[in-house]
């Protein structure tokens, strides 16, 4: 079983950069396609972008394409979200997700995940 513990939230401004990290312990990452949501306060959960375990496909929900990044480090076994030009509608706590199901294909639904992170707060002000 992994562990996902995600890192990097803050407080930024409308315009500014953050990166999020999700660090696993337990199993190598290398087998797990993986995932970033968020959920901001009073609505659902929703995906933001995914990653395949070969890295040779991404996804990104339409709200954030062209400003996120996903990527991972193999050898960190961790999972990135870099996030730029970030918006005060980018307000959420962002989760990590991981599964080991069907590595090879990127998935865009929460109930595709079965490991989870904490999450960690993104606070965007305009």
């Known amino acids: 079983q992994v562990q996902l513990v995600e890192s990097g939230g803050g407080l930024v401004q409308a315009g500014d950069s953050l990166r999020l990290s999700c660090a696993a312990s337990?199993?190598?990452?290398?087998?797990?396609?993986m995932g970033w949501f968020r959920q901001a306060p009073g609505k659902e959960r929703e995906f933001v972008a995914a990653?395949?375990?070969?890295?040779?496909?991404?996804y990104y929900a339409d709200s954030v394409k062209g400003r996120f990044t996903i990527s991972r480090d193999s050898a960190k076994n961790t999972v990135y979200l870099q996030m730029n030009s970030l918006k005060p509608e980018d307000t959420a706590v962002y989760y990590c997700a991981a599964d080991r199901r069907y590595p090879a294909v990127v998935a865009g639904r929460p109930e595709e995940y079965d490991y989870w992170g904490q999450g960690t707060q993104v606070t965007v002000s305009s």
């Open positions: 990653i395949n375990w070969s890295v040779t496909n991404t």
């Open positions: 337990g199993r190598t990452l290398s087998d797990y396609r």
